[in-house]
């Protein structure tokens, strides 16, 4: 029956993706649009898979800096699925079958981390996202991780936050062991025993936003969204000194975000 549920699965996230593909080619929309797009194909994709995403929480009304620590390939997809966005992905994701020409066409920011001048081009794109009213997705952890632990923060994405006065949302994803995806584990095996399972569960709860203006530096914003990631993960996580280590500002309660086209959010 598992067998069967993949295989039929996995016939039906091929051809969502290759419709995603030939409408995108055929659009002729911009960011926004393909923002859009790429949100309804991630639900097609939670729908085919049955993937159950829970979001605690409410999205803010403007384009925000979304922040999420990184446990599978499915993290994006289940943060797009909810809210449209541009998400951020590693350039190694591109040369994927299928997925890496639908991710092109629907807006995804490719990076190779390795490289200064990718890096550089990917940040004037997410600054082009946000201009454009669109939410962009980071992991500033830069790799995946088991779940159990949180990695230090890189800093680039919020020296553009600071550059850019965009509000950071800091998102924790959770979800089942066996769906983290991290280390040396090839992706098609990982993929294959995902698509056998019945009812996936992810869940992301939603911190409060952080203003870049309240914070000297790149490093101290990164560090208090690490904080606060980390207290959302506070009952998972392996150790707890992440929590207890850092000391930072109380969340403020009357912060207003910006809302797309100049208006404020209420």
């Not at 996995?10 to 030939?22: C, M, P, Q, S, W």
């Not at 449209?84 to 591109?94: D, L, N, Q, T």
């Not at 993929?191 to 490093?219: C, K, M, N």
């Amino acid at each position: 029956m598992t067998t069967l549920r993949a295989v039929v699965r996995i016939g039906r996230f091929g051809v969502a993706a290759l419709d995603a593909i030939g409408r995108a080619r055929l659009a002729r929309d911009g960011i926004a649009g393909r923002a859009a797009r790429l949100h309804a194909a991630c639900g097609d994709i939670a729908r085919i898979h049955s993937f159950q995403i829970g979001v605690r929480g409410t999205w803010p009304a403007g384009p925000v800096i979304i922040v999420a620590n990184h446990v599978s390939y499915l993290d994006p997809i289940a943060i797009a699925a909810a809210v449209p966005c541009a998400p951020i992905a590693k350039s190694e994701v591109a040369s994927w079958p299928i997925i890496g020409t639908a991710a092109s066409q629907l807006g995804v920011i490719f990076v190779a981390r390795a490289s200064v001048w990718s890096r550089a081009r990917a940040l004037r794109s997410a600054h082009a996202a946000l201009r454009a009213g669109v939410s962009v997705v980071n992991f500033p952890e830069g790799t995946t991780t088991d779940g159990t632990r949180l990695l230090p923060f890189q800093r680039g994405i919020f020296g553009l936050a600071r550059l850019a006065g965009a509000f950071v949302l800091p998102v924790a994803v959770r979800c089942a062991r066996e769906l983290a995806w991290h280390g040396n584990a090839p992706f098609v095996p990982h993929y294959l025993s995902t698509a056998r399972l019945a009812a996936p569960e992810i869940r992301l709860d939603l911190g409060q936003v952080i203003d870049p203006a309240q914070f000297a530096s790149a490093e101290e914003l990164a560090a208090v969204a690490h904080h606060r990631i980390a207290y959302l993960l506070r009952d998972q996580l392996e150790s707890h000194a992440t929590v207890i280590r850092l000391r930072v500002p109380a969340p403020r309660t009357d912060a207003v975000l910006p809302a797309p086209h100049g208006r404020r959010a209420p």
